[in-house]
């Protein structure tokens, strides 16, 4: 009997991987944030309103993760040219590796800002870098106002939080003091601001924290 | 949920690792599990069971070891022992750590085994 001691993270190649691709973007100077919820809560819809009230002379580019179909890139790909879908098959989060594939298909000398939007799943993206600068979770209400309590993971590394589909606020009782009494135990350095990609309410908020981002980013 | 790619990534690392070592098996492998994964054991264990069959790791035992949370508060330098559901620092009361331990999987050492010459031939004729 031989024992070897190794001491060496399981995620090293998707570590590596996500370094390559956050030295890569920001070597062309680009912003990317990495969008992630359960299925359903907004995050095509909300970068359908972000991209089109972007100021012009800040172009972005989307990748896109899904299971299967092409049918949130074809959404986005009304707005933009620069959209890739990936698709994951039975994987459940994107990947550094898809990533990395994803930004050969761009051309990064056009672009400023990145969204990739991860595949619909509150666990297991969490647990994945892709070389992103910003991590953007989304909560939408007919979800109910316990998941931040019961995915602590996805919204502790949260940069900001986003509470959308607040056009329903009344018709589902949702108490957003709930949310806010789970996440001053879980984090309390990203701001909550409730949005809906529906009525538009607090999207400017949202551009407010972007437009923010993006220039301390340039600053840097 | 994704037990069953990090048991891939796992055994790809663990065959990496023993490539300087031809003549033998594998039959331990120790981890130390993060809690902030969010890996269930069982399912880890299944998932192990199945990657491995047909490779060096075949038969081999996977010792799984959870690791506490450490996070140091962002607002105060504090460090401190944080909960799955609770990084509220002590001290100052904020929630704006940095997750220092508890949120990796890491592999630890590996057992092996000589391969006996007669073993090898077994293993081979099937
Ligand atoms: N009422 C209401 N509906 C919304 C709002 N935002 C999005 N929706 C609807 O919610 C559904 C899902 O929205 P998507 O933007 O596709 O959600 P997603 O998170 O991209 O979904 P996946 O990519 O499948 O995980 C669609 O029918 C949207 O029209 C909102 O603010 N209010
Ligand atoms: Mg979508
Ligand atoms: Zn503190």
New interface residues.
């Given amino acids: 009997?031989?024992?070897?001691?190794?001491?060496?993270?399981?995620?090293?190649?998707?570590d590596a991987v996500a370094r390559a691709n956050r030295h890569r973007l920001h070597q062309q100077g680009i912003l990317s944030l990495n969008i992630m919820s359960a299925p359903g809560s907004g995050k095509t819809s909300l970068l359908e309103q972000t991209i089109s009230h972007l100021p012009h002379d800040c172009r972005s580019a989307v990748l896109v993760g899904d299971l299967q179909t092409s049918r949130d890139a074809e959404r986005l790909s009304r707005l933009i040219s620069q959209v890739t879908q990936i698709n994951t098959g039975s994987?459940?989060?994107l990947s550094a590796a898809m990533v990395a594939d994803g930004l050969d298909s761009l051309d990064l000398t056009q672009v400023d800002i990145l969204f990739i939007e991860n595949v619909g799943?509150m666990?297991?993206p969490?647990?994945h870098d892709l070389g992103e600068d910003a991590r953007v979770v989304l909560l939408s209400l007919p979800e109910g106002d316990d998941k931040v309590?019961k995915y602590?993971?996805l919204f502790?590394?949260a940069d900001v939080i986003l509470l959308n589909k607040m056009d329903l606020l009344e018709i589902l009782g949702f108490d957003c003091g709930s949310v806010r009494a789970d996440?001053?135990?879980?984090?309390?350095?990203a701001p909550l601001i409730p949005i809906s990609c529906r009525s538009g309410v607090g999207l400017d908020e949202w551009l407010r924290w972007l437009t923010n981002r993006i220039n301390t980013s340039s600053v840097e | 949920m994704h037990e069953l790619y990090l048991a891939q990534e796992l055994l790809n690392q663990v065959l990496q690792s023993v490539s300087d070592h031809p003549d033998a098996k594998v039959c331990a492998v120790e981890i130390e599990v993060g809690p902030m994964k969010q890996i269930v054991l069982e399912a880890m264990e299944l998932a192990w069971r199945s990657v491995v069959e047909g490779s060096l790791a075949d038969q081999s035992v996977l010792h799984q070891v959870e690791v506490p949370i450490t996070a140091q508060c962002r607002n105060c330098t504090r460090t401190f022992e944080a909960a799955i559901d609770s990084y509220q620092c002590p001290e100052c009361r904020q929630a704006d750590v940095q997750i220092m331990k508890g949120h990796e999987i890491i592999l630890k050492s590996i057992t092996l085994e000589e391969i006996k010459a007669g073993e090898r031939e077994q293993g081979a004729s099937h």
């Avoid at chain 1, 009997?1 to 998707?14: D, G, H, P, T």
């Avoid at chain 1, 996440?183 to 350095?189: A, D, G, P």
């Fill in positions: 009997m031989n024992k070897v001691q190794v001491i060496e993270s399981v995620l090293k190649a998707n994987g459940c989060h799943n666990v297991c969490a647990a309590a602590p993971t502790q590394p996440l001053s135990k879980i984090n309390t350095r």
